[in-house]
């Protein structure tokens, strides 16, 4: 079967969308070069499109049989919407070295005037389709919740992160459904090189702003209880991208779910940690949490400390409050930040499987991990790499009943 060619396309100087048919796009999975091909599909909704700065156009010239940068032109890349996994990082040539921003770079291309991206499906969108966001009564429910609660300074800046961010959990406070966020801590005990929040003011930009109070048990307890109350398979959520670690606020945290569940026993109550704070977590969970995504870089110790950058806990100790939800009923999942090229390496994937094994994680949901794929080079080993599907089915080989997706999901 003769293979779909998939064509470079990139920004000329005068910022118009070229393709150019002479070239393959190619795609990085680590250092290994891969040449667009029928598994590339077709560029999902709610996808946007993007230009690198200071990346010049890479693509391979199959009567050549070699690489070929294109001059005074720019790379580009694609981010891609929920439920959708990247499996190559984009190629290019660095004429320029500026940070890129946050955002999750995957590799482009076009067949016949259809732009293709490096990806694959791993969740049904269902209820995080881009269809059902960023609607025209938006605003004026966002107007409508406020008017009911004028004092509660965190719907201020969830109506932020809905209309300037377009956070979809923000959003579902609104539209008073499915999975919502609650942002309460401006604080963190992590470092995160890819940290979406806060950064220092000389590197990339964050794509967004942490909240810069800690709200009051009484703002927190009545959005969290309407929203069990009236959501359909409602969600509330702790630990977004618009704040810190949500676990610091240990005491608050406790004091509010136990009065989220004296006034409804209706929805999941969810916090999104890094687990470092083994003593919170313990307590959250005995107060009454259902639910506990956490952040995983890598299993393997040293490379968890140089991205996550931990301030007074280590990896240990995530072991341990995931092991303690685990033994408490919690329903247990990591936010695993992959990247394609080291996630899916021999020892990263050895280290998963035993990290896994150990704490009973029932979930494990995909992110495309935001950072400049520069970055990654110091922690990305040669040699073959297996493709992304391949990494995931024999993680589902050995752990069959593990779910594997890019949603949380309210405990059965």
Known sequence: MTSTKVSL?????????RIDPQLTAVGFNGSQVELGDETWIDFPAGGELLLLPGRLPLGYNQAHDQLEVV??????????????????????????????????????????????????ETDAQLKWNPIYYNTSDLPRLIKRTIRDYPENRILRQLSKCALEYHCLTAQNIFYRRWEAGIPVSPLCN??????????????????????????EESEIVELATVHLEEAADGI?????????EPSLQKELLVKAVRAI???TSRGTININSNAGYTEAIKALADAGLDSIRVSLFSAVPEHYDWYHRPHGYTLADVRESLRYAADNNLQTALNLLFF?????QKAETAALKEFIADVGVRQVQIRNMNIDP????????????????????DLQRDFPGLQIGNYTKPKA
């Open 9 to 17: 396309i990139y920004s000329d100087a005068d910022g118009n969308l």
């Open 71 to 120: 001059e005074e032109a720019t790379a580009l890349a694609a981010i891609m919407p929920l439920g959708y996994t990247r499996t190559l990082t984009p190629a290019y040539e660095t004429a320029v070295s500026q940070e890129l921003p946050l955002f999750g770079y995957t590799a482009v291309g076009a067949v016949e005037g259809r732009l293709k991206v490096a990806a694959i």
């Open 190 to 215: 992590a470092d995160c090189l890819g940290c979406i929040s806060k950064q220092p003011a000389e590197c990339c930009p964050s794509p967004q702003n942490r909240i810069d109070f800690v709200p």
């Open 236 to 244: 509330i959520s702790f630990g977004q991208g618009c704040e810190g």
């Open 261 to 263: 569940r004296r006034q």
């Open 340 to 344: 394609p090229g080291f996630s899916n």
């Open 374 to 393: 520069e970055k990654m080079s110091s922690v990305i080993n040669g040699g073959a790499l297996p493709t992304v599907a391949e990494w995931i089915s």
